[in-house]
């Protein structure tokens, strides 16, 4: 049996294992290959969702959007790229002789789609009920798109499934070994993409268990390891250096590899300026990007602060309604709405949103122009008396930024917190106008998640030099208003809200700790707690899971990591 370094932690890994027994990534041997991202034009087509693609200089895009039924698409940010997809009439294979009962269908079928260099995870789960119709679910869970259903035919050999918006994919079922070679529609009318679904496909079995043995058996002990340097100049330390228990943490671990803790996917701490843990499952790495979902927020939080400090913006109490000529004819600009950049910022504009957020989601995200949209939505309301959470607003100050700097949040962020903090990887969705989706779009690795918590600990300061202004981050993230009753995001831990920042506490052996919190949709989660020195980076993957239990995360803060800090 072969030995190679791990891509990731440079480990010694046999070539036959599904995944680094020390660090959770794919080896690339025998699932998913670590390659650049390729250059591409970004294809557009006003009529569907896009999504900006950037590593630095490199940009790729079109990804389409459809229904999404079992997630909702209320309750998840506009950003699915949801690849949904039409066939290609023209994909055709040598068959093989004779026509396969529509039963060798049923089942799992997976396949990895390279989507402009991103591996993009398809299942379909098909079944077949008593009359023989054949029916499925498609989940692409790398996009946070779980269950959207299908019709699925076989023609002879050809295998169509169709979604209610369209057809999804089209391919030949080859029996021998199981498995349908075809191509996936993504984005465009024109861009199409090889895809061969295997039945219970063995490469995703890094994908089912928190971690595999180089055996590819389920890991079920832990043992810690420091995590590795980085080449950005973060410094890393180990547990015990810093006072944390590597007992309780160690339990922690093992009860994510007993699949006790729903799916995180990563577990990052760093105290002191030094990060002391880095945990990965389920197949992601520190190179991986991950949505990060109404995280979003919070460096779009940043972004506003950033661009305030170089006199882009100037008093909070400006109108929105001024950075919007453009508009003349929505409600916002006619009736000049006493709406502030401050009432933006703690989202406390009393606007229709509020009556039923998930119904406002919606007919933004189905909207043209999400901005003209937002702009003629009525005020019902005082602005300023309590904030209630609200993604439109989210996407106004990406709006604002725009028109401030001429520059939309992506690019912006390219040249100032990303460039100095060194994301060099992220990913941020756009609507078909062009609007960044800067209320839940963007993805980032935790790793880089992180060090954005470092840079708020640190009052603006990265590796000694100012990014963001104290003043900022020391106005930013203080309580400005409390959180209005039957707001999204209002549980037993927070206590106000800040720009775009919850408020919250944590009770630990009757001690009360304070925390400046960035949280989203499937489990996502950014922690900063000045008075341990500590930043804590939560990701998951349970996008399916019902909207009341997205906070369970802070029941493994409190319960789990801040009794482990002394």
Request: proline residues 5%; glycine residues 10%; hydrophobic residues 40%.
């Amino acid at each position: 049996m072969a030995l190679v370094p791990c891509r990731e932690c440079g480990n010694e890994i046999s070539t036959e294992a599904p995944s680094c027994p020390h660090c959770g990534v794919i080896n690339p041997v025998v699932a998913e290959p670590a390659g650049p991202i390729r250059e591409k034009e970004q294809e557009k087509d006003p009529t569907l969702l896009q999504v900006s693609w950037r590593s630095r200089r490199l940009r790729a895009g079109g990804y389409g959007m459809d229904s999404i039924r079992r997630v909702g698409l209320s309750l998840i940010p506009a950003i699915l790229p949801g690849l949904l997809l039409a066939c290609h009439p023209g994909a055709r294979h040598e068959t093989d002789v004779g026509s396969p009962p529509a039963s060798a269908l049923v089942g799992l079928w997976q396949g990895f789609m390279d989507f402009h260099g991103r591996k993009i995870r398809v299942e379909i789960e098909i079944s077949q009920n008593p009359e023989g119709e054949l029916s499925g679910l498609v989940d692409l869970r790398d996009s946070a798109v779980l269950g959207v259903p299908a019709q699925v035919e076989l023609v002879g050999d050809t295998v169509r499934v169709t979604s209610p918006s369209g057809r999804l994919f089209e391919g030949i079922l080859r029996r021998d070994p199981p498995a349908i070679q075809g191509e996936l529609f993504a984005g465009t009318t024109d861009s199409w993409h090889s895809l061969v679904l295997e039945k219970d496909n063995k490469a995703f079995r890094a994908y089912a268990v928190p971690r595999l043995t180089d055996t590819g058996l389920a890991q079920r002990d832990y043992v810690y390891r420091p995590p590795l340097a980085a080449e950005d100049g973060w410094p890393v330390s180990a547990l015990s250096a810093e006072n944390i228990d590597e007992e309780q943490i160690g339990r922690l671990v093992e009860s994510v590899l007993r699949e006790e803790q729903g799916r995180p996917e990563a577990i990052l701490i760093a105290r002191n300026g030094k990060l002391v843990v880095e945990e990965y499952f389920y197949g992601y790495s520190r190179h991986r990007l991950h949505l990060i979902a109404s995280v979003t927020k919070n460096v779009t939080s940043l972004l506003f602060g950033i661009a305030r400090d170089r006199g882009y913006m100037g008093d909070l109490e400006q109108p929105v309604y001024t950075f919007f000529p453009e508009y003349r004819g929505k409600k916002w600009i006619d009736r000049q709405y006493p709406i502030t950049l401050a009432h933006l910022l703690t989202m406390s504009a009393a606007i229709e949103w509020n009556k039923s957020v998930q119904d406002a989601w919606g007919r933004l995200t189905r909207n043209d122009d999400w901005l003209g949209y937002l702009l003629d939505l009525d005020q019902v309301g005082t602005p300023g008396e309590a904030a209630f959470y609200n993604t439109g607003l989210s996407t106004l100050l990406g709006g604002v930024i725009r028109n401030a700097t001429g520059k939309y949040a992506d690019e912006f962020a390219e040249e100032t917190l990303f460039a100095d903090l060194d994301v060099s990887s992220y990913r941020w969705s756009q609507a078909g106008d062009g609007t960044r989706e800067t209320g839940g779009g963007l993805s980032l690795t935790a790793y880089d998640l992180a060090k954005i918590g470092q840079l708020v600990l640190d009052k603006g300061v990265w590796n000694g030099k100012r990014v963001v202004s104290d003043s900022w981050i020391t106005e930013s993230v203080k309580r400005h208003l409390p959180l209005a009753e039957g707001s999204l995001g209002a549980s037993r831990y927070v206590t106000g809200f800040a720009y775009h920042w919850f408020n919250q506490s944590y009770e630990v052996d009757g001690i009360t700790i304070q925390a400046i919190v960035g949280k989203g949709y499937g489990g996502q989660y950014l922690g900063i707690f000045p008075s341990l020195n500590t930043v804590v980076v939560l990701n998951n993957g349970e996008w399916g899971m019902p909207w009341e239990r997205v906070f369970d995360y802070d029941v493994i803060v409190e319960e789990w990591i801040l009794p482990a800090i002394g």
